[in-house]
T-cell receptor, first 111, second 113 residues
Framework: DAKTTQPTSMDCAEGRAANLPCNHS???????VYWYRQIHSQGPQYIIHGLKNNETNEMASLIITEDRKSSTLILPHATLRDTAVYYC????????????FGAGTRLFVKA | NAGVTQTPKFRVLKTGQSMTLLCAQD?????MYWYRQDPGMGLRLIHYSVGEGTTAKGEVPDGYNVSRLKKQNFLLGLESAAPSQTSVYFCASSTYRDSYGYTFGSGTRLTVV
């Protein structure tokens, strides 16, 4: 599976959009981009995933560049409860056992 | 629905003792996984299962054994605990198509002294 690169940490003001970048320059054509987050001491929580088209759900939006070498997770109106570690993962759609979690980005939402 | 339930939530073991961590899911998921997470690090896959009666090794399987006798349960065993196995253990499950990603349990915090 393709390796991902994320910033170690980011800050965001409460109520503003949080844009979390992820580089995955070696992504293959059949690999999807997944995002999870882990709030302190809890199990990770699935957020969203996509292949090439932009995706949106009730939690976030996922923007994937046309060449698929990078993506951005957008939390449209960040709240203090969004403070967490965010993991960007790329892998094939089936065969979930290939999910490798890296260090992620620690997002601090500040009042 | 309870989702993924892990028991126990906390445990302290002495070096050399054995124990079993239980993971139960009520979502009829085919796949189940055990991860460990050490302070300041991401999750590392220990073992996984793609169905009842089948298991396979992940990234860091040494010192652990697993069993999946029933589809809803995935057990992680430590035969002879070592201080290096002090960690937080997370169980997760998913469908084959993984349409909604993994569902994780709340974790088991294990300390080996």
């Amino acid at each position: 599976d393709a390796k991902t690169t994320q910033p170690t940490s980011m800050d965001c003001a409460e109520g503003r959009a949080a844009n979390l970048p992820c580089n995955h320059s070696t992504i293959s054509g059949n690999e999807y981009v997944y995002w999870y987050r882990q709030i302190h001491s809890q199990g990770p929580q699935y957020i969203i995933h996509g292949l090439k088209n932009n995706e949106t759900n009730e939690m976030a939006s996922l923007i994937i560049t046309e060449d698929r070498k990078s993506s951005t997770l957008i939390l449209p109106h960040a709240t203090l409860r969004d403070t967490a570690v965010y993991y960007c993962i790329v892998r094939v759609f089936t065969g979930g056992f290939k999910t490798i979690f890296g260090a992620g980005t620690r997002l601090f939402v500040k009042a | 629905n309870a989702g993924v339930t892990q028991t126990p939530k906390f445990r302290v073991l002495k070096t050399g003792q054995s124990m079993t961590l239980l993971c139960a899911q009520d979502m009829n998921h085919e796949y189940m996984y055990w991860y460990r997470q050490d302070p300041g690090m991401g999750l590392r896959l220990i073992h996984y299962s793609v169905g009842e009666g089948t298991t396979a090794k992940g990234e860091v399987p040494d010192g652990y054994n697993v069993s999946r006798l029933k589809k809803q349960n995935f057990l992680l065993g430590l035969e002879s605990a070592a201080p290096s196995q002090t960690s937080v253990y997370f169980c997760a499950s998913s469908t084959y198509r993984d349409s909604y990603g993994y569902t994780f349990g709340s974790g088991t915090r294990l300390t080996v002294v």
